[in-house]
């Protein structure tokens, strides 16, 4: 016979997500060791830009091997990867921006809820006033070179050289020699 003092009561752990699956920016809150079902992990807690009400979380081994969850994750949020030997300490990972990707996970008994399912490298901002060479103009075509009308020795025009330059009879004639 069970008594009221054995009796467990269900309860919501965490904070249930309020939002649409998807792809949403957001900032490294905490990065805190936790032991859980596999050891210790780190548990990560974010803050969505366009939520800041939201806590998503995810979990992720302590280990920095170069085919880890972590790896991945460390090398979104720094921007490179680890190098061979770095040390990292989580607590140098927060307060770095992000994306999160938050869609259905499966709980133990079989259901589903919504969650952190990977996280990924910042949106990086573009750089402005650098045209992409797609979309950016053609480059204006030069006013025509209006041609004068006499020759420097003030004679009247009857032909221009090769450069364009204004050549009177007498002129045009010695460059033709």
Known sequence: MTTSTEA???YQSGKVLDCDP???AATVAEVET????FGEQLRFTFTLDGDPDAEPWAWASR???TQTKLWRWATALMGRPPTIGERLAPRDLVGLRCQVVIGAKKTKDGSEILGVTDL????????PGVPHPLTSAPAPTPAP???ADVCFCGSQVAAY????APLCERHAAELAD
């Open 120 to 127: 990924l490298a910042p949106k990086r901002a573009k750089v």
């Open 145 to 147: 070179v209006e041609l």
């Open 34 to 37: 936790v032991s859980g079902e």
């Open 63 to 65: 280990k920095l091997g």
């Open 22 to 24: 998807g792809v949403y």
């Open 161 to 164: 050289s090769p450069t364009g």
């Open 8 to 10: 467990l009561e269900a």
